[in-house]
């Protein structure tokens, strides 16, 4: 069944933002969500999940690792202000052969700033630091078919904030409003099809409610 993971769980049970700070022992801090709208676009394409895994595990960066140290971070800095800066020191460990350190400083760095963002409802912080991760959107997002021309597209329309949903392979775009969602979502799909792969739109305000029993 493969490995548990919190980071989907937890969100769908409590609703919200979930920060977590440690995947083992489930340390995590809820955060109201933001006053944003996501559009998630669903394209009719296969990614599984040892693939995503797969090519990150044969990138030139120690993922286990990586994500341990983004938890620590956020732990550490997560009730600080601006600025947060990662020092090349806390960097090295996580490099393995052909990798670039500074590329790991970008993507730590970016880690703080884009939950910053989605605590204080920056849409522009969220967005210009999301574009700051070349370790696993770069790998992952070379299984996406059409995947550069989509993200270009949302751009075009107006989005701010573009990023891999998960493993993929579908992708979203946050926006302020239910309009701008709608706009970034069609541009999305239109994409998609000039790679000749089919597409679905979704569009929702954050839920801040999770799970519930209906009767």
Excluded at 124 to 129: A, N, R, V
Excluded at 172 to 195: I, P, S, W
Aim: proline residues 3%.
């Amino acid at each position: 069944c493969g490995a548990a993971h919190s980071g989907n769980v937890m969100p769908s049970l409590f609703g919200g933002l979930v920060f977590i700070f440690n995947s083992k022992t489930l340390e995590h801090t809820l955060v109201a969500p933001p006053d944003l709208f996501v559009v998630l676009i669903s394209p009719d394409l296969t990614v599984t999940t040892r693939e995503a895994r797969r090519v990150l595990w044969e990138s030139p960066y120690d993922i286990a690792l990586l994500i341990q140290k983004t938890q620590k971070l956020l732990k550490r800095n997560f009730h600080k202000k601006l600025p947060f800066v990662v020092n090349e020191s806390a960097c090295s460990s996580l490099i393995k052969s052909g990798g670039d350190i500074h590329v790991v400083q970008d993507y730590l760095t970016a880690g703080l700033h884009v939950a910053y963002g989605f605590r204080i409802g920056n849409l522009e912080m969220i967005g210009k630091w999301l574009e700051k991760d070349h370790i696993v959107t770069s790998c992952r997002s070379k299984l996406i078919k059409g995947f550069s021309t989509v993200k270009e597209s949302a751009k075009k329309a107006g989005a701010q904030a573009f990023c891999i949903s998960g493993s993929g392979p579908a992708v979203f775009c946050l926006a302020k409003t239910n309009a701008d969602a709608e706009r970034y979502g069609d541009a999305m799909v239109k994409a998609f099809a000039k790679h000749h792969v089919a597409a679905k739109k979704f569009v929702s305000f954050i839920n801040s409610r999770g799970a519930q029993i209906l009767e």
